[in-house]
């Protein structure tokens, strides 16, 4: 049974970082692209980054270039997001994504993914 456990989150102030893990199980993902999904209260799910099966190409929403950044460790099975200049508005769970097997091309669609995680809590107070 293919699993993904997000851990990282919690609270920081703002300007404060922090760095969320997914780690997979189950099968090996060293052939799919994972990506980073957030939602704050009240509102839709949204795409945050993505990372294609190698790590060679990343995406990021774009009010989060600069900020954020992706990266992943296929022997460990495991993504990560490292959030830096974190603002109260960075409030939300965030959720780790994987797409099928051989699905290798990241992409930016909630619907594109498979695999979620439960979610983490990433709380930024002003």
């Known amino acids: 049974q293919v699993q993904l456990v997000e851990s990282g989150g919690g609270l920081v102030q703002a300007g404060g970082s922090l760095r969320l893990s997914c780690a997979a199980s189950g099968r090996a993902f060293s052939s799919s692209a994972m990506g980073w999904f957030r939602q704050a209260p009240g509102k839709e799910r949204e795409f945050v980054a993505a990372?294609?099966?190698?790590?060679?190409?990343?995406n990021y929403a774009d009010s989060l270039k600069g900020r954020f950044t992706i990266s992943r460790d296929n022997a460990k099975n495991t993504i990560y997001l490292q959030m830096n200049s974190l603002k109260p508005e960075d409030t939300a769970v965030y959720y780790c994504a994987a797409r099928s097997a051989g699905q290798a091309l990241i992409a930016v669609t909630s619907t594109a993914y498979n695999h979620w995680g439960q979610g983490t809590q990433v709380t930024v107070s002003s």
């Open positions: 990372v294609s099966w190698n790590g060679g190409r990343t």
